[in-house]
């Protein structure tokens, strides 16, 4: 489809390592002027969901600053823009959980919040894996456990996992699992 927006003018109100805060200037749809925020994030999303043989995997626990609380998610980060999404996917699932994978599948593209910003995020199934040392950044105090992938579908439906990324990335797994009969 063609965009039925027309943009005017952007300028840029914020700018810091991770994001870029804009105000455009438009005429939306209807014809109308406004002003449209547009957050745009400077690294993509990354997710994973490390699965072993016994379907067990592996969540981090961590308190979320611009949420004020605590939140269990799979292991994820963001990766430069220039990188391809699964050696960004590599990186985090070393430095979060200590683990690397042979196999990666790339199971899931996500818009994070579409009225708002243009981030994009990746959600891997990383399989065959192999336990290392973790690699915390220094923003990172990480709690990780590892659970049976049924009882974190489960986190998610009792709404113990509220990461949106998190959600849609185990809701997905668990589909493929279902499908290829190993669930």
């Given at each position: ?35 449209y ?14 699965l072993?043989?016994?379907?067990h ?27 391809m ?81 998190s ?17």
């Amino acid at each position: 489809m063609q965009n039925p927006w027309k943009t005017l003018s952007k300028q840029e109100i914020y700018s810091n390592p991770w994001i870029r805060v804009e105000e455009h200037q438009v005429i939306n749809p209807k014809g109308g002027r406004g002003i449209y925020g547009q957050v745009h994030f400077k690294n993509i999303a990354i997710g994973i969901i490390p699965l072993d043989l016994q379907l067990h995997t592996w969540i981090v626990g961590q308190y979320r600053y611009t949420l004020d609380e605590y939140s269990w998610e799979i292991p994820m980060g963001g990766s430069p823009m220039d990188d391809m999404p699964e050696e960004g996917a590599r990186r985090e699932l070393k430095e979060e959980t200590g683990m690397t994978a042979k196999i990666w599948r790339n199971i899931l593209k996500i818009h994070t919040s579409n009225s708002v910003t243009d981030e994009v995020g990746y959600v891997f199934l990383a399989e065959d894996l192999t336990q290392g040392e973790t690699e915390f950044d220094e923003t990172e105090d990480l709690k990780i456990v590892r659970l049976p992938f049924v009882d974190v579908v489960e986190m998610v439906l009792e709404g113990k996992i509220t990461d949106g990324i998190s959600i849609a990335g185990i809701l997905k797994a668990e589909r493929i699992l279902k499908e290829s009969g190993r669930l």
